[in-house]
């Protein structure tokens, strides 16, 4: 066995005596920086963090995590150019179609948060389509985070008990974090385990601001598509040598 193969087995081999967080959730920072410390066009650093999604969440059945939700398009970043946003929608487009496959072969479902009405009918579609070819997966929960804002989701849910309180369908003295929780875009899932982001800033940059509230946190300093498999490790090693205490 070659020392890199040799090297491999160990990053992504079960981590046996373990905490497993359940439910990870990550930022994926730095595409652009990546991009510009690589001397690559900005396009480029998108693809190459999309390439290292597909090494992250194959890591994250091996490791054996049930859920990874990864915020993909923020509410923001209808902010950027858009032949970027343009560029994105592409991206999206071309690793989904190559995702499947592999998601088909490790039993792995995908799922959305986020209002997808804005986007274009071809990736509605694509992702519609991915969805049902792979809802029958039950190692792990890919979901994408796309056209999503902590503060929307929010927002999003107190309107709507706002609605069935006005229609009866909802006591005001029945409303609860629960039910408030039961409202967001969240609901099927437990709230995440471990946060990790990259590129070393220290901000949530209103991603699960609801859900996040007794979450750990890991800040990596590497880019994106630079977090390695052996980083996501680093990670939940890390995660389960800490005590939750939840307040006490």
Sequence with gaps: MTELASQREVEVSPLAD???PEHVAIIMDGNRR????????????HIEGAKNLLKITEAAVSFGVKVLTVY?????????SDPEIQSLFHIFEMYLQEMCPMMLKNGIRLSTIGDLSPFPTSLKTLLYNVKEATKMGDTLELVLAINYGGRDDITSAVKSIVKDVAAGKLLEEDISEEVVGSYLYTSAWKDPDLLIRTSGEQRVSNFLLWQISYTEMYIAKEFWPDFTVKDFKDAIVEYGERQKRLGV
């Design 72 to 80: 993909a398009f923020s509410t923001e970043n209808w902010l950027r």
């Design 34 to 45: 990546f991009a510009q410390k690589e001397s690559m066009t900005i396009e480029q650093g």
């Design 18 to 20: 373990r905490r497993i």
